[in-house]
Nanobody
Framework: VQLQASGGGLVQAGTSLRLSCAASGGTFSMYRMAWFRQAPGKEREFVGGISRSGISTYYADSVRGRFAISRDNARNTVYLQMNSLKPEDTAVYYC???????????????WGQGTLVTVSS
């Protein structure tokens, strides 16, 4: 499975951004998907995840209520809608896919290359 994340950029605090992650080479609907992020000097952290059908989503406390994950299995794409962005959201954002539920990076088998989100104050 290959994952290609896109949509990052430089935005001002309080604005919104939508990231996309396109998958290829596998059966997309069979995988749980997630977004992680890694800020400079920090460990990679879980942002949110979505079930195979898209019915269930779960989020880190730091983004719950501001970020929303969705997926389009017909387009083999998962999205991360980020609203009310804060400078502390600045990080490289990675999409990941796997067969098990989890918030640890080890739960995911395939990773995209990352897309940089920078939020200015």
């Amino acid at each position: 499975v290959q994952l290609q994340a896109s949509g990052g950029g430089l935005v001002q605090a309080g604005t919104s951004l939508r990231l996309s992650c396109a998958a290829s080479g596998g059966t997309f609907s069979m995988y749980r998907m997630a977004w992680f992020r890694q800020a400079p000097g920090k460990e990679r952290e879980f942002v949110g995840g979505i079930s195979r059908s898209g019915i269930s989503t779960y989020y880190a406390d730091s983004v719950r209520g501001r970020f929303a994950i969705s997926r389009d299995n017909a387009r083999n794409t998962v999205y991360l809608q980020m609203n009310s962005l804060k400078p502390e959201d600045t990080a490289v954002y990675y999409c990941a896919s796997g067969g098990t539920i989890g918030t640890a990076p080890a739960a995911y088998d395939y990773w995209g290359q990352g897309t940089l989100v920078t939020v200015s104050s």
